[in-house]
């Protein structure tokens, strides 16, 4: 080809016209007129801009800065996903890995014919007031007074040192007859207290034994999911602390009652069909 003529035609010149800017630069062909009359007719801006002198390093900042956008925004996104995520579902996960694994490994379900403590009592330990009422009255009453002393289980005496927490916290719950929860209006909330229920409401899964009761020290929301399951099941097993001092023997012999009585005997006909 000994000539090629562009003058007199309208050029848009965009990043899509990149490889035409390109072969301009680089073409042996002569063309008449290339720097003067071969000139863009958009976009406004490069309008009588000659065609061979379009910056291609803007297209491909162009494409860079899309890439980038695009790359942050899926970061963003999964960074929001994840946080929520975790902030709904980090203890039913942190459960159900522990569960699987125990499963790969092998390990064999413990049954409890012949249970070393009459309750596994689980608190908040962190909260000094709750502790000291676990220790001062629920212990005194319970396995100092009374027609018959029971065996309590609590981590700070009976839990081996050293073991994993999943373990002792497994072994606690299945070498117990009962399982008994100390309820505040933060350790409902906590992942310990979510751990420790799923591994109790398992049994009932498992060996068809509601080991649980549950004791609220404070006013607990109504709408846990929680209580309304224990109180669909077993209405007996959820007490509440008396603030009056004179109701407080009718508490003990309620909570006696409760953990002399087998939870699954007292079902409605719905629920014994159930399990």
């Known amino acids: ?15 899509n016209a990149t490889w035409f800017v390109a072969w301009l630069n680089r073409t ?24 061979i002198l379009v910056d291609l390093l803007a297209c491909q900042h162009n494409y ?19 946080s929520i995520s975790s902030h709904l579902f980090l203890w039913d996960v942190w459960y159900i890995y522990h569960f699987c ?6 390990y064999s379900r413990l049954y ?30 319970l396995e100092d007074h009374g027609d018959r002393c029971l065996t309590l289980c609590l981590e700070d005496r009976d839990w081996i040192p050293g073991c994993p927490l999943i373990d002792n916290l497994s072994q606690s ?9 100390i309820l505040t ?3 409902i909330k906590s992942g310990n207290f979510k751990t420790a229920f799923y591994m109790a409401h398992q ?18 929301p109504c709408n846990s999911k929680y209580l309304r399951l224990r109180k669909r099941l077993y209405k007996r097993s959820v007490l509440e602390w008396p603030k009056n001092p004179q109701a407080q023997p009718y508490f003990w012999f309620s909570l006696r009652s409760v953990l002399a009585t087998e939870s699954h005997k007292e079902y409605s006909n719905l629920f014994k069909e159930t399990l």
């Open 64 to 82: 860079l800065s899309i890439i980038l956008c695009i790359l942050m925004t899926s970061l963003i996104f999964s960074f929001l996903t994840l």
């Open 101 to 106: 694994s125990a499963k790969l490994k092998g």
């Open 28 to 51: 042996t062909v002569p063309i008449p007129r290339l720097a003067t009359e071969v000139t863009c007719a958009a976009p406004g801006a490069q309008r009588g801009h000659p065609v």
């Open 203 to 220: 049994r009932l899964m498992d060996e068809k034994n509601d080991v649980i009761i549950l004791i609220c020290l404070e006013k607990v």
């Open 185 to 187: 209006n933060k350790y």
């Open 112 to 141: 409890s014919q012949s249970a070393d403590y009459d309750a596994f009592v689980v608190y908040d330990r962190s909260d000094t007031a709750v502790s000291e009422w676990v220790m001062k009255e629920m212990c005194v009453h």
């Open 173 to 181: 719950i299945h070498k117990s007859k009962r399982t008994v929860f």
């Open 1 to 15: 080809m000994e000539m090629m003529l562009l003058h007199k035609n309208r050029y848009l010149c965009t990043c």
